[in-house]
């Protein structure tokens, strides 16, 4: 039996009025959060937040991934911009809000704590990749 999951996005569990789908339980993640997060178009409703020891999601550290659409992130009254093709990751202590921009913002949110993941050698950086796959 193999041991795949595949979901739409837009058939997810939406919470929050739809601003936010439930993927990691929609596809049974257990190692890491992750959700699909849709923003309107130059909407201010996003909190300034972080996920520091005291916060309901504590100690994670969250990696943003751009699907459509364009954002501001901002951190310490810096900006950082979010669109397909860029990825930003963000600190568990370091506070932050996204603004999306005219056009709105769809972005995968993956968030975990530090040190609970072991990374494989092979994906450090320098590091020798591993063999070819065999044929």
């Known amino acids: 039996m193999t041991d795949v999951t595949v979901r739409s996005i837009d058939d997810m569990e939406a919470i929050h009025g739809g601003l936010a789908r439930r993927a990691r339980a929609e596809l049974g993640v ?68 996204i603004l999306p921009g005219p056009d709105g913002i769809r972005f995968v949110a993956i968030g975990g704590s530090p040190g609970a993941f072991t990374a494989g050698a092979w994906t450090e950086l320098g590091a020798d990749p591993p063999g070819p796959p065999a044929e």
């Not at 409703?45 to 309901?56: R, S």
């Not at 100690?59 to 459509?68: C, K, R």
């Not at 954002?71 to 809000?97: C, I, W």
């Open 30 to 97: 257990t190692g890491w959060g992750m959700q699909v997060l849709t923003l309107p178009p130059n909407w201010e409703g996003y909190p300034d937040h972080n996920h520091n020891a005291e916060a309901f999601d504590a100690n994670q550290e969250e990696v943003y991934i751009p699907l459509s659409g364009s954002a501001k992130l901002v951190a310490d009254g810096t900006e950082f911009e979010l669109r397909p093709g860029l990825m930003v990751r963000v600190g568990p202590d370091q506070l932050r809000r």
